[in-house]
């Protein structure tokens, strides 16, 4: 019984095997740019959020400067005792200055990832714009290089 199904199956892949990929030509100096842009785009993107969350980092900051210190001189006068609202009052400045931080920080990270990235792909553009005729996928060399010689 293994036999014959070993058979069929055998007989059957010319049927179910995949027809040659055709491989486009790729144009090297294109790729790279293309690269180049879509990273230096995310990299201005991560610039922004990372000054939006560096503000609000600042503005929390300044906004539990401002509810803590009368809150603080309050509580002295009523015999240290801090109302509820009062507590939110504090923790929510902290909490989105926390939050903020968390976010400056790992938007910094992503800012210098997002760098090294476009200038790498910037510098492979240079690179192939002087040489057009090498295939960035698959690392061979195209017929320009024959007609080259």
Same mark, same amino acid.
């Given at each position: 019984?293994? =036999?014959?199904?070993?058979?069929?199956?055998?007989?059957?892949?010319?049927?179910?095997?995949?027809?040659?990929?055709?491989?486009?030509?790729?144009?090297?100096?294109?790729?790279?740019?293309?690269?180049?842009?879509?990273?230096?785009?995310?990299?201005?993107?991560?610039?922004?959020?990372?000054?939006?969350?560096?503000?609000?980092?600042?503005?929390?900051? =300044?906004?539990?400067?401002?509810?803590?210190?009368?809150?603080?001189?309050?509580?002295?006068?009523?015999?240290?005792?801090?109302?509820?609202?009062?507590?939110?009052?504090?923790?929510?400045?902290?909490? =989105?200055?926390?939050?903020?931080?968390?976010?400056? =920080?790992?938007?910094?990270?992503?800012?210098?990832?997002?760098?090294?990235?476009?200038?790498?792909?910037?510098?492979?553009?240079?690179?192939?714009?002087?040489?057009?005729?090498?295939?960035?996928?698959?690392?061979?060399?195209?017929?320009?290089?024959?007609?080259?010689?």
């Amino acid at each position: 019984m293994k =036999i014959i199904l070993l058979c069929v199956a055998l007989l059957m892949m010319p049927c179910l095997a995949d027809e040659p990929a055709t491989v486009t030509p790729v144009d090297s100096a294109a790729y790279y740019q293309k690269m180049y842009e879509y990273n230096l785009e995310k990299y201005h993107t991560d610039v922004f959020v990372k000054d939006v969350m560096f503000w609000t980092y600042i503005g929390g900051m =300044i906004a539990s400067g401002c509810i803590s210190l009368p809150v603080a001189l309050g509580a002295g006068v009523r015999g240290g005792k801090i109302s509820t609202m009062e507590k939110v009052g504090i923790i929510a400045p902290l909490a =989105i200055m926390g939050t903020a931080g968390l976010g400056y =920080i790992t938007f910094e990270i992503a800012t210098l990832v997002r760098r090294s990235k476009y200038e790498k792909y910037y510098q492979k553009w240079n690179d192939y714009q002087i040489v057009p005729f090498v295939n960035p996928v698959n690392g061979g060399v195209g017929g320009l290089l024959s007609l080259n010689f």
